[in-house]
C-alpha cells in the first residue's frame, strides 16, 4: 500500500473516533500508566522546555504532558486527522493558544524549524506511521 492510501485511511478511520469521543480523555489506569511513562522522560526540572507530542489526537496526552510540566514550557501536539485536532480545540479550550497548542500536520513531514523542539514525544502513534525509519529521521 503506497503511504498517501495509508494516510487517507487513517485519516478516515480516526475521524470516525474523533466524533465518537472513544479518544477524548484517559481512564484512571490508562493515565496512570502515562504518568509512569513519563516518569522514565525525566525531563529536566525547573526549566522550560518546549516539547512536539506527534500524533496526539485529541490532545489528551498532550494536556498531560503540559500539567506536568508547567513553568513556562510550551507543548505542541500535532496529528494528521483533522477531526482530532478540531475535537482537541472543542474539548481542551486552552489550545487556543498559550502553553498547549495543536495543529494538522504530517509526522513523516514536520513543519517545524530543526531545533524548535527540546523533546519529541510519541506515546501513541509510533505503529501508524506509514515509514517508521523516515518518520524517526524527520524527528
Known sequence: MKLNEHKQELIDFFA?????????????????????????????ENEPLTVFDCGCGTGRSTELIADRLGNGSRVVGMD??????????E?????????????????HAVP????????????ESYPHFGDCPATLGEF
Do not use: Q
Not at 112 to 123: A, S
Open 16 to 44: 470516525v473516533h474523533a466524533k465518537n469521543g472513544m479518544f477524548d480523555s484517559y481512564t484512571e489506569a490508562d493515565a496512570a500508566h502515562v504518568h509512569h511513562l513519563l516518569d522514565d522522560v525525566n525531563f529536566p
Open 112 to 123: 517545524f524549524d530543526n531545533g524548535t523542539f527540546d523533546w519529541v514525544i510519541v506515546l
Open 80 to 89: 494528521l486527522t483533522p477531526g482530532m485536532i478540531e475535537k482537541a480545540r
Open 91 to 107: 474539548i481542551r479550550p486552552e489550545t487556543a493558544g498559550g502553553a498547549l497548542e495543536v495543529h494538522v500536520g504530517d509526522c
